[in-house]
């Protein structure tokens, strides 16, 4: 909650500071890394850093916290800031680091708002800041806490178990223990992280969703090759590199978009390798009987670029209540639609739970059908693969 004092003050400099976030988080971020290298080394991905897309996401987080606060400075926005936490768990984020970044955040707060950081300006963003950041570090010191393990000390070594070639560009791995222990249990819908060593000496973190439903002695992860270097640098690594009884570092599991116990129906809306989270939810349904109602969107290419393809049909059939809509780009697929998802073109039944996962344009255009054809905001949930640009505005 901000103070008497400082709420006038943010309320004032709050166009000022974000019309300047982009230029302020390009400073932090230059700042921080020619301070600290290895954290663009073996923390940051070096691919959102070069697209500019943790930038964007950063100035979008603070600008959606400062103007929660204003607006309702009683409650905290707790959706987004779960979302965040599960993220940083994953990539085994400690409490000191959120020190490094006020430090060197409101160095470039300074550097590019110059005089107008007056005393009170500086105390009052940072009534912004350390409410965030000490929310953040308290839930992931629960999050750290729900796994067992202490703070940071998410990573273990994994063994590649299983390599299946799921379409040209997409690659199945299966992952076990090396010394046979059973893996960490977790809820359908939740990512991993695996870092691996790069011929530079970096230590390269992406998440991946697990693919298969929770109870199963391996996990398996799904891992589209991204062009581009440094964006693609650790799916084409995998790729190209990761053979059965390899290694490979991987963190416990997290993430928020979790399936809801209950018998209420369900749409699940996918796009692209966004079909991931919605594989585990499916098997699991299944593997536990479910009868619930379970309408599936799935949007791709082609039937050729869809990975998974047959496997999705089998799980949402073996669903009493499952029906499966399929949309290709490519036309005359005889059992799809062609063209975008359109939601709107189905029956959706009364009081359904929606979870989204692909591109954020196919995600905002389904919710913005869902929205329109009566389902509550509340109960539209999505997954994002890399930085949430998303953050503020559909939570």
């Given amino acids: 909650m901000l103070s008497e004092q400082a709420t006038p003050v943010v309320r004032a400099t709050l166009p000022a500071v974000g019309g300047a976030l982009d230029e302020i988080t390009e400073r932090f971020y230059a700042g921080m890394f020619a301070a600290h290298p290895e954290l663009l080394r073996d923390l ?11 930038r964007k996401a950063l100035a979008g987080s603070i600008a959606a916290f400062a103007g929660a606060l204003l607006e309702n400075p009683c409650t905290r926005p707790d959706v987004m800031l779960s979302r965040i936490a599960h993220k940083h768990a994953s990539l085994g984020v400690t409490s000191e680091q959120y020190k490094v970044v006020h430090e060197h955040l409101f160095a470039a707060i300074v550097s590019v708002l110059g005089e107008a950081v007056t005393p009170e300006v500086a105390q009052a963003w940072d009534e912004v800041y350390w409410p965030m950041a000490n929310a953040l570090i308290a839930l992931e010191a629960r999050l750290y806490e729900e796994r067992g393990v202490a703070e940071g000390q998410v990573w273990q070594e994994l063994e590649i178990a299983g390599r ?52 199963r002695p391996e996990w398996r992860i799904t891992v589209k090759r991204a062009d581009g270097d440094p964006a693609g640098e650790v799916s084409s690594w995998l790729h190209a590199h ?31 390798i966004g079909a991931t989270p919605m594989l585990a939810m499916l098997d699991h349904l299944g593997r536990t009987g479910s009868t619930r109602p379970v309408t599936v969107v799935h949007a791709d290419r082609s039937p050729a670029a869809h990975a998974h393809r047959e496997e999705l049909r089998r799980l949402v059939d073996a669903l009493p209540q499952g029906t499966l809509h399929l949309w290709y780009e490519e036309p005359g697929t005889a059992d799809a639609h062609s063209g975008r998802a359109d939601v709107t073109a189905l029956e959706l039944p009364a009081g359904l739970t929606a979870y989204l996962c692909g591109p954020l344009p196919f995600m905002r255009a389904v919710r913005g059908d869902l929205l329109a054809a009566g389902v509550a905001p509340a109960d539209v949930h999505y997954e994002v693969f890399g930085p949430d640009l998303w953050l503020g505005t559909a939570a």
């Fill in 164 to 215: 299946h070639e799921e379409t040209p560009d997409t690659v199945s791995f299966s992952l076990r223990h090396p010394d046979g222990l059973p893996l960490t249990a977790f809820r359908p819908g939740q990512y991993v992280s695996v870092q691996v060593e790069l011929p530079d000496g970096a230590r390269q973190i992406r998440q991946y969703s697990l693919s298969a439903a929770p109870g």
């Fill in 242 to 272: 990761g053979r059965v009884g390899d290694r490979v570092g991987v963190s416990v599991p997290f993430g928020d978009l979790v399936l809801p116990e209950g018998d209420g129906p369900l749409l699940l809306a996918s796009a692209g």
């Fill in 44 to 54: 940051f991905n070096r691919g959102n850093q070069a697209t500019g897309e943790q």
